[in-house]
């Protein structure tokens, strides 16, 4: 029989109050540093993000500071922590604060989930943890944890059992005077104890509740998404370089893959030749009769496809002039100061370091 909500709630805060995280930088009540946690944790892992949050909020200590930066700024400090979209969505969120509300959080979810990049469990989890609201979270944590402890079949990607699963956690909330333990111990077991791929059952405040542990179906639940084929997609870059050490940069479009991020310039199949895509950037460059030797190729996985890139090192005679805001000319010590995906940032660091 499933454990009743009252007493869900009960031995869940008992757990977290003895065995849950209590010195996490963000476990404070100022909405925007809660915010800028959320967001970074969303598909993240806590480890990841304490490398990232602390020179974040040192850089940007207010959401008015954060509105008032430059996006190239954000994205830097961005850069390795992946889904880009996250960066973008935090600095308009934070415009859109600023602006229509004075830069003071809205307290209600309800306002809080129209701002972009913020769902319906992210603003229930701003709502508790910065104002104490009675408001359920759903994130991919809390799903498993769901899903053993009451052994809910089906992929929780699934509208159906996604609504279920949301019914379910509306119905085990606590008073609100208990929410922000509650919600905390729910991010905690799911982090640190009903695990993906090793649960540890021995530890768990529901280990005799469980139903999935009582049926011995832990590493069956949550239903798996059902299988489906990953497309390859490949690119071709070039690695544009000048006698003075620096590599040639474009700015990538505003959204999809790594939007408003600094890459290197794609030659793709709709260039008939090389020749035409170094006459687009204005670029002469050493024998450009025919495409040098690429170096080895890069590989990086996306959620929804797998990209290999193929970099070609290209000496540059004549430089192509930077157009504003979308493209470049820099150095290896400027690196560090601009928004890279990981993937880019990587090659150039270890190219550049080996050639000049």
Request: net charge neutral.
């Amino acid at each position: 029989m499933p454990i009743s909500s009252k007493q869900f709630a009960k031995q869940l805060i008992t757990w977290q109050k003895i065995h849950g995280r209590h010195h996490l930088p963000w476990q404070v009540s100022d909405a925007y540093a809660v915010w800028v946690s959320e967001i970074m944790l969303q598909q993240t892992q806590v480890s990841t993000v304490l490398n990232y949050y602390p020179r974040f909020m040192a850089r940007f200590p207010t959401v008015t500071a954060l509105a008032s930066a430059d996006i190239d700024d954000v994205l830097s400090l961005w850069s390795g922590l992946g889904y880009y979209s996250r960066a973008r969505n935090l600095h308009r969120a934070a415009q859109y604060i600023a602006t229509h509300y004075g830069g003071q959080f809205p307290q209600h979810a309800a306002l809080l989930a129209e701002l972009p990049g913020i769902g319906r469990s992210t603003a229930a989890a701003i709502a508790a943890f910065a104002f104490g609201q009675r408001e359920a979270i759903l994130d991919g944590n809390v799903r498993r944890v769901f899903t053993r402890v009451f052994a809910i079949e089906g992929w929780p990607g699934n509208k159906a059992i996604e609504q279920q699963l949301w019914q379910l956690a509306e119905s085990l909330l606590p008073d609100a005077a208990e929410i922000q333990p509650y919600t905390q111990g729910l991010m905690d077991l799911g982090s640190l104890v009903c695990r993906r791929g090793q649960p540890d059952c021995g530890s768990c405040p529901f280990a005799q509740d469980c139903l999935a542990n009582q049926q011995g179906r832990q590493r069956q639940l949550p239903t798996p998404r059902p299988k489906r084929e990953i497309p390859q997609r490949e690119v071709k870059w070039l690695l544009l370089y000048d006698t003075e050490g620096r590599v040639f940069l474009e700015k990538r479009p505003p959204t999809g893959i790594w939007g408003g991020l600094w890459s290197l310039p794609e030659w793709t199949a709709e260039h008939t030749s090389l020749a035409q895509r170094l006459q687009e950037l204005a670029v002469i460059a050493e024998n450009a009769a025919e495409a040098p030797a690429p170096l080895h190729a890069v590989t990086h996985q996306f959620t929804h496809f797998h990209l290999t890139a193929y970099p070609y090192p290209l000496a540059v005679r004549t430089q192509a002039e930077c157009r504003e805001s979308a493209s470049c000319w820099v150095n290896a010590a400027e690196l560090a100061h601009i928004g890279l995906a990981a993937p880019v940032r990587r090659l150039l660091e270890t190219w550049m370091s080996s050639l000049f």
